[in-house]
């Protein structure tokens, strides 16, 4: 009883009792939260740039596999190409033998050419001697005509050709015929097979029937379903679009510096406060409206509009009082950039216990890009490149929870520190899909790297950011 | 609201639901609100006011952060409360690393009755914070809080007699601290706040 009473005795105690913490205490949590939420923004950009580095690297392969692909395709057709110039020239080479044949040995079927036609004693044409084997059915009337041996052995095909193996028959002009002929099947079955042991595998085998022949009618079904593949895959009506989008993503900055110039006073007695400045990293967005034209088969050019926005949060040891000491507004670029000597001699710049600022750059971007079509079908697949004009718009630099003034810059303003016009050169990679006769959908990640310096040459501070973004465009699709 | 003071006139569950969509106006609010009761949990635990000023700030941090999962079962104030008692633990629990608890022999206990009624609270923590760092744990989570020793021999992670004799050890020093300083009255009862 006495212990619970001596408990109760001090629990009471502290019961209602308050002690005040000191005035930093809230200012170092206020400081652990900004730190976790740039944390958790920090995780998420981290998580786009993995995102964009990842379609980068996926839209290279794919892209490089669709090339390997292609040339592969392309190298089979030269070379079959080549098999068929080659045994064109054979095939030419044997038909003048044929209207001159050896006087020795004069071959069965040239001669029943000869006396069934028409008796004029002369040489058979080349025409005549190549229908006579390649489509003895629809020669059936002109078989008529033949003397009954000949008819005989018309219609034995196979065995004619057999028989002839000194001299093959060969279809010279109407080798359509042939190739869609019955005997033409039953003499080999598979002739692309045939036609792949015969020359491609090199493969010693003696011809059944005219290899010129079967490789002209293997080609001309290849073109033709390579001609109904393309019809149904690509887009030639694809010729001229525009399109929305939006993108997002983050920028390092990858080259900064400062140097003293004659007119950077302000900035150069606090070179610190402007070199943090100048380092900061931080996200992108923007949106926007392209355009779009195919100059060829595999070019396209395109253009646009977009409102861009590139900010960054960073830490400032100062602030720059008005010069009646009522306002203070951030120690930023702008501002330092502002001072005068004498500013300096009335202290309008305090030191402070460092702060968080966020600072905004806007700019009208004008990107101009050529591209590469690697796949133009329903998906598809496009390298871009290409160079933008970023007209600085505004900037605007605020002190995230405190009672300080933001500072803003606009375009036009005399004093501002930034450059009126910046260049930017553009890489990245489109991968889409065409639904519905006018529209595409295409993911865009890519790179922005600043030509130049983001800051004037006279503030003596050089900012070159590198931006990665992904991007989200809506294509509509004029026919 | 730039005055987090006038976060006075907001409902708890105004200050809750402002805190979640993270609005800091309402932290400060919220901060403003608790942080006096708030502070005397983490000075009861630490041996100086530095040390309770960092259990404080990383304890309304993790209020913060936390206050979306808090599903209003209990008062805000004893959610809070457990929170700044587990981030004084977290921190002891390093020290107690270094120095174990040990069993320590019984003392004990005075027969005199021992007033706290004219005890200002201040006092009574600089005597808690003079016990030694184990027997100020196990006294705090024991007589203030009211864990059980099975309770607390989880939590410390030491065995159910260590707390005993730990709490026994820091009751019976206090008595004897209460009792040597002849500006605290020989009687149970009410201290002043």
């Known amino acids: 009883m006495e212990r619970q009473t001596f408990e109760d005795a001090i629990k009471k105690a502290f019961e209602q009792a308050e002690f005040e913490p000191s005035e930093k205490a809230w200012i170092n949590i206020e400081l652990e939260l900004e730190k976790a939420q740039g944390w958790h923004l920090k995780s998420s950009i981290q998580f786009y740039k993995m995102l964009a580095a990842a379609s980068v690297v996926f839209a290279i392969g794919v892209g490089g596999l669709g090339i390997y692909l292609f040339n592969q395709e392309r190298a089979t057709e030269q070379r079959l190409m080549a098999l068929m110039q080659e045994m064109e020239t054979v095939q030419q080479e044997k038909v003048a033998g044929i209207t001159n044949p050896p006087a020795e040995v004069p071959p069965a079927d040239v001669k029943n050419s000869v006396s069934g036609s028409g008796g004029n004693g002369a040489t058979p044409n080349n025409n005549e001697v190549a229908l006579a084997g390649a489509a003895p059915q629809k020669k059936s009337d002109h078989n008529n005509r033949h003397t009954g041996e000949n008819v005989r052995k018309q219609e034995k095909f196979p065995a004619t050709v057999r028989d002839s193996d000194n001299y093959p028959l060969y279809a010279t002009q109407d080798t359509r015929a042939l190739r869609h002929s019955l005997e033409f099947r039953e003499i080999i079955p598979d002739p692309y097979k045939y036609l792949v042991e015969k020359y491609l595998n090199k493969q010693q085998e003696t011809p059944a029937a005219d290899p010129v022949a079967l490789m002209l009618a293997r080609l001309d079904q290849r073109e033709q379903e390579m001609r109904e593949r393309n019809k149904q895959d690509k887009h030639p009506d694809e010729k001229f679009w525009t399109s929305v989008g939006l993108a997002a993503g983050s920028f390092n900055t990858v080259q900064s510096g400062f140097s003293q110039t004659p007119s950077n006073f302000g900035i150069a007695s606090n070179a610190d406060i402007a070199k943090r400045e100048a380092k900061a990293s931080g996200t992108t967005y923007s949106l926007g409206v392209n355009a779009g034209v195919r100059i060829s088969e595999r070019w396209v050019l395109q253009g646009g509009v977009h409102y861009r926005s590139q900010a960054s949060d960073y830490e400032v040891p100062g602030v720059v009082g008005s010069p009646d000491f009522q306002t203070f507004k951030p120690a930023s670029i702008p501002e330092l950039d502002k001072l005068s000597p004498s500013d300096f001699a009335s202290s309008r710049v305090v030191a402070t216990v460092p702060y968080t600022v966020s600072s905004d750059v806007r700019y009208l971007s004008i990107p101009v890009q050529a591209g590469y079509v690697l796949i133009d079908r329903d998906w598809g697949l496009q390298l871009n490149a290409g160079i933008a004009a970023d007209l600085f718009l505004q900037n605007t630099v605020t002190a995230e929870g405190q009672n300080i003034e933001p500072t803003k810059q606009y375009r036009g303003d005399s004093d501002s520190p930034f450059r009126p016009v910046n260049f930017s050169g553009l890489l990245g990679t489109e991968i889409s899909y065409r639904f519905g006769d006018h529209y595409r959908l295409s993911l865009n990640p890519g790179l922005r790297y600043q030509l130049n310096s983001l800051y004037k040459d006279e503030t003596g501070v050089q900012t070159i950011p590198l931006a990665i973004d992904l991007g989200l465009r809506f294509r509509y699709i004029f026919n | ?193």
């Open chain 2, 1 to 193: 609201m730039k005055n987090g003071r006038n976060g006075f006139m907001l409902s708890e569950q105004e200050l809750i639901e402002g805190c979640r969509e993270g609005k800091r106006s309402f932290q400060k609010a919220l901060y403003d609100r608790y942080c006096r009761k708030m502070m005397v949990v983490c000075l009861r635990y630490a041996k100086t006011t530095a040390e309770a000023e960092d259990i404080l700030q990383e304890g309304f941090v993790k209020v913060f952060q936390g206050i979306k999962n808090f599903r209003q079962e209990s008062k805000l104030e004893t959610w809070m409360t457990r929170i700044m008692v587990n981030t004084a633990l977290n921190l002891q629990r390093k020290k107690l690393y270094l120095f174990p608890m040990v069993d320590v022999q019984e003392i004990d206990l005075p027969e005199e009755e021992i007033s706290l009624s004219n005890v200002h609270f201040t006092q009574l923590l600089e005597l808690i914070q003079s016990l030694p760092q184990g027997c100020r744990v196990v006294f705090n989570l024991f007589a203030i809080e009211g864990y059980n020793h099975k309770e607390i021999a989880e939590l410390l992670g030491i065995s159910e007699g260590t707390s005993k004799s730990q709490y026994s050890r820091a009751r019976s020093l206090l008595q004897q601290k209460l009792l040597k300083d002849s500006s605290y009255s020989i009687r149970y009862g009410e201290a002043n706040v």
